[in-house]
């Protein structure tokens, strides 16, 4: 079954505006805030506990970290820097003025509370 047609998507079939059969985050927050809105990922430096050994090795399958690193998210930078330095670039990139950040490498709430208070 061919997608369905930029047409055929404003045309809703379900409550969410969408042939989908799922409420996408994209459109939810399009709907919400009227426009686009970037993702900006931000990385706290943490391991994941399937890369660690808690609870595997190696990682998931699907979990190529390389491959979702964006250019402005460089170690060492703090949380801040790279919310700034993410919306610095995809506003250039993308023409974007609505940003929400997102915990992107691994798994950046897998450190004790305090500490994730601490650093957010």
Known sequence: MP?????????????????????A????LREKYGNRVQKVSV???FTCPNRDGTKAWGGC?????????PPY?????SISEQVAAGVE?????????????YFQ?????YAPLDHLKRLY
């Open 3 to 23: 997608a369905p047609s930029a047409t055929q998507h404003r045309t809703a079939l379900f409550p969410w505006g969408t042939h989908r059969r799922y409420n």
């Open 25 to 28: 985050y994209v459109d939810y």
């Open 43 to 45: 990385d706290a430096g």
């Open 61 to 69: 399958t699907y979990c190529n970290n390389v491959s979702f690193v």
């Open 73 to 77: 998210c460089t170690p060492g930078m």
């Open 89 to 101: 670039y995809l506003s250039r990139r993308y023409k974007a003025d609505q940003f929400i950040v």
């Open 105 to 109: 490498a691994y798994t950046n709430t």
